[in-house]
Antibody, heavy 126, light 107 residues
Framework: EVQLVQSGAEVKKPGESLKISCKGSGYSFTSYWIGWVRQMPGKGLEWMGI????????RYSPSFQGQVTISADKSISTAYLQWSSLKASDTAMYYC???????????????????WGQGTLVTVSS | EIVMTQSPATLSVSPGERATLSCRAS??????LAWYQQKPGQAPRLLIYGASTRATGIPARFSGSGSGTEFTLTISSLQSEDFAVYYCQQYNNWRFTFGPGTKVDIK
């Protein structure tokens, strides 16, 4: 059974650093991209970035480039999302999700997130 | 950047009725469109990928259609467990965009 298990809720102060995790199991962790998605309180889903644990190739949304760092440790099947200096506006639920990459009969890519972690709530408050 | 819009923002439907949700992309995404369901306090759940293919375990009352810039998610006969927020999501050139969501609530 495919599972993505995220680390627990965090309460931090502005300016502090943080690294949250997402551990995959039940599949070949190095063969699928992992994505991170932000959901601010009462709001919709925002894609932050993706990483391929096999070679650590990473792509960021322009909105999050330079604001966060995505990494992975394939030896323990875990992806990470980290901040060096948190802001109050980073308060949100953060989800990891496995990315499936395939193609349709015409050769066009068909790419989607199939399994999601349970989410990690990050609260930043002074 | 491709912008996704969804309509309506809220859809009030009685159990057993049909619900039709729309998603529009600012430029063609071919069939690279997925739909997700999110219930309060839960992670999103994949419903449809490739615009029209149901994900594993998704009931047949959910169907997706469309290509290019216009897409539709139809729930043929709403069950109590279907009241939730629904998001569409596109992929293009290593970028992913979600729509703002449609909340389906009980009429």
């Amino acid at each position: 059974e495919v599972q993505l298990v995220q680390s627990g809720a965090e309460v931090k102060k502005p300016g502090e650093s943080l690294k949250i995790s997402c551990k995959g199991s039940g599949y070949s962790f190095t063969s699928y991209w992992i994505g991170w998605v932000r959901q601010m309180p009462g709001k919709g889903l925002e894609w932050m970035g993706i990483i391929y644990p096999g070679d650590s190739d990473t792509r960021y949304s322009p909105s999050f480039q330079g604001q966060v760092t995505i990494s992975a440790d394939k030896s323990i099947s875990t992806a990470y999302l980290q901040w060096s200096s948190l802001k109050a506006s980073d308060t949100a639920m953060y989800y990891c999700a496995r990315l499936v990459t395939g193609g349709d009969p015409n050769g066009d890519p068909i790419i989607y997130f199939d399994y999601w972690g349970q989410g990690t709530l990050v609260t930043v408050s002074s | 950047e491709i912008v996704m819009t969804q309509s309506p923002a809220t859809l009030s439907v009685s159990p057993g009725e049909r619900a039709t949700l729309s998603c529009r992309a600012s430029q063609s995404v071919s069939s690279n469109l997925a739909w997700y369901q999110q219930k309060p306090g839960q992670a999103p759940r994949l419903l449809i990928y490739g615009a029209s293919t149901r994900a594993t375990g998704i009931p047949a009352r959910f169907s997706g259609s469309g290509s290019g810039t216009e897409f539709t998610l139809t729930i043929s006969s709403l069950q109590s467990e279907d009241f939730a927020v629904y998001y569409c999501q596109q992929y293009n050139n290593w970028r992913f965009t979600f729509g703002p969501g449609t909340k389906v609530d009980i009429k």
